[in-house]
């Protein structure tokens, strides 16, 4: 502020930027302007800034509603609250007229253990009141009460289950660190059991602590949490073993279907990653063979005897990795069935509501990265339980099948069918535990709400943050348990709701868009223009969208999370639907339907779910999901759009290469302009390309250039960039 001072801005004007940020900072990392109703209410003493109410209205064009009592909104919530909870035979209430009295309070901090609590004391009518103790005294006692322990805890139900004692013998001398961490999570104790069979000793990483801290300071960019955690996993076991394992798991297979399910792209390529870091490879190998990929089962097998085979003193025969993989994996598969017998045996016994955290093993399951949500459920005496464990039917979740053929991440997939199991279960209620900086969680998070939002059934959505404590999360949760217990007794069960707004059905083929509009997105211009002109020619009334940097600002309204990309090809689609007075009825958007380890899979669901957001009108709007090679629409336009995509990207490469040198400033975009539209007109025609080229080819020629050398720059990023 003191720098825009000094610039000469006046004090309205800083005043209002800073009002400005306040309300752009909550509308983008605390609420989702896309999701915000007509009728806003705002609450807290907060909203007596009349200058940040308009600024709100300003930003939502919508009235807002403040109560001149606004600023007691919490107070009359935790009465409400306390009255509810309250015993009717006794309180220890101290009487209305308590504000009138003086009340000292102090500070001390109690060291009868390593929490080194920070106690608050108030003299209270004589009475010495105090709080903020984290265990289970009170002020009179002096000494550490443990929580009163419940009889249901799910990570230490989990780990008993997995208690394993080895009786092998090991026969070869080094040994094997696996990091149970990211991808290996779940699975570190497959692994262990299957090294053991193989004679070979083996050490996790399971009481590593900090490793996000830690790992930060490894990484080269700025990754999720657990990325950044895998890093000092690994390098906490380079001084605990000979070698690391450290597999490449691409893609799996949905037990419920002949989908793949894709791992998140940072996963895939964090064994390259961490294997190119110097004090990790300079103190250990990294044993990274392929093992969860399309290739099947046998090829895993392949692989482990391969890499096993090269480390080993003693003979190692494939038949002998085969049984030891074989066995291990019916362990694990024992255990899958141990943990639904478990859930069975609790829910059965239990009178209160019962919770199911959704979300990804090596957040939700690991001490080191869940900010303790497991804990807090255990310490209020409510049952919680992670999506592996419930028994779901394949029948149980036909109402999403179309969904869950749409979705290629692999936890995702788990994550939908765990949420519509816990959507039609008595007592059951899920908390979705996400998070920071991931996209497919972004993704995640929409269709979960809208999900739960049919069968009106309320759930919790956590966002792990590093930085976060555990006391935010307590307070949402004490406020959600109190939301599921008021379903659970008021709530009558509802007849099944049919999911058409979950399954939409898109467009593909070349018969669904004859004669329509079809709205291509502005990846890379001239390409795109030539494959309009590709478009038109087979009959299709195709536009490249015209996106803009106002369009790109606009988009960020609509986005929930997602990656940019998909919000700004729906609002240039949109802006191109609307200048040229397009009917929203006959028109398509165009995107890829791609099964790559990218958000590009899912973009058609959530470029449907944007339009029907938008509404007025553009909810008429389809979404047509084809092949990037356009061999769905006919080989003709395949044929075609193969050259559309050359001559487009040479126009590109020629201007970026000439350009530099050009004499005439401008010139080589002129003549660019001039190439493409030839280019278009060979395309619309159906005329020589042959020809084109070679008018193409002499306009350039004739661009007078300097003989000079100048550095080239390379310019490295995704598809939209």
Known sequence: LNHYLSEGYTVDECLASVLHSVRD???????????????????????????????????????????????????????????????????????????????????????????????????????????????????????????????????????????????????????????????????????????????????????????????????????????????????????????????????????????????????????????????????????????????????????????????????IGFLKVSHALDKASEEQQS?????????????????????????????????????????????????????????????????????????????????????????????LYPVLVTSFKCTPDAFVIENFKKILDARKKPYLVLQLDEHDSSVGYETRIEAGIRSFRNHAVTTRKTDPIPYHFQNPVFQTGLDSIKGRNLILPNFDYYPCKLLEAVLRRAGINAFVSDETEDSIKRSISLNKGECLPIAMMTQAAIDTIEKNNLNPSETSIWTIDSNISCNLGVFPNFIRNILDTVGNGMEKVDVYAGEITYIDMSLRITYNAYFAFMFGGFLKKMGCKIRPYEQVKGETDRVIEESLETFYQMFINDESKEEAVEQVVSRFESIKTQNEKRPKVAIFGDLYV
């Open 335 to 427: 255990r899958k069935r141990g943990l639904k017998q478990i859930y069975n045996q609790t829910v059965q016994s239990s009178s209160d509501v019962n919770v199911v955290l959704l979300g990804r093993p090596y957040t939700v399951l690991s001490s080191d990265m869940n900010s303790k949500i497991p804990e807090i459920f255990s310490n209020i005496g409510i049952n919680a339980f992670f999506q592996d464990m419930l028994p779901i039917e394949p029948n149980e979740i036909e109402a999403i099948e179309p969904l869950l053929n749409l979705v290629h991440w692999n936890y995702a997939a788990e994550i939908f069918q765990a949420t519509e199991y816990a959507a039609n279960a008595d007592n």
């Open 25 to 315: 900072n909550y509308l983008t990392k605390v609420a989702i302007e896309s999701n915000i109703g007509n009728k806003v209410f705002f609450q807290g003493a907060t909203a007596k800034n009349k200058a940040l109410v308009a600024a709100f209205e300003q930003k939502l064009q919508k009235p807002i509603i403040v109560s001149k009592y606004c600023h007691l909104t919490g107070a009359l919530g935790a009465a409400l609250h306390l009255k509810d909870e309250a015993s009717k035979s006794s309180t220890s209430f101290k009487g209305i007229d308590l504000y009138k009295q003086h009340i000292p309070v102090s500070t001390e901090v109690c060291d009868l253990c390593a929490n080194h609590c920070k106690i608050k004391t108030a003299i209270v009518n004589g009475e010495r009141v105090a709080f903020g103790f984290l265990c289970g005294r009170d002020y009179e006692t002096k000494k550490y009460v443990k929580q009163k322990a419940q009889k249901y805890n799910l990570l230490r139900a989990r780990a008993k289950l997995n208690e394993s004692s080895s009786l092998q013998e090991f026969k070869e001398t080094f040994t094997i660190g696996i990091p149970r961490s990211l991808h290996l999570f779940d699975e570190a104790d497959l692994w262990v059991s299957f090294f053991e069979k193989m004679g070979i000793k083996t050490v996790t990483s399971k009481n590593h602590k900090g490793a996000v801290k830690a790992g930060k300071k490894l990484t080269g960019a700025e990754f999720c949490a657990p990325v950044t955690a895998l890093h000092s996993h690994v390098q906490y076991l380079t001084e605990k073993s000979d070698y690391v394992f450290l597999p490449d798991y691409l893609e799996s297979k949905d037990d419920n279907s002949q989908g793949r399910r894709h791992y998140c792209y940072y996963t895939q390529y964090s064994p390259a990653l961490i294997g190119e870091i110097d004090t990790i490879c300079q103190k250990t190998t990294i044993l990274n063979p392929t093992l969860k990929s399309i290739k099947g089962l046998l090829h895993t097998k392949f692989q482990l005897y391969k890499m096993l085979r090269e480390i080993c003193s003693q003979n």
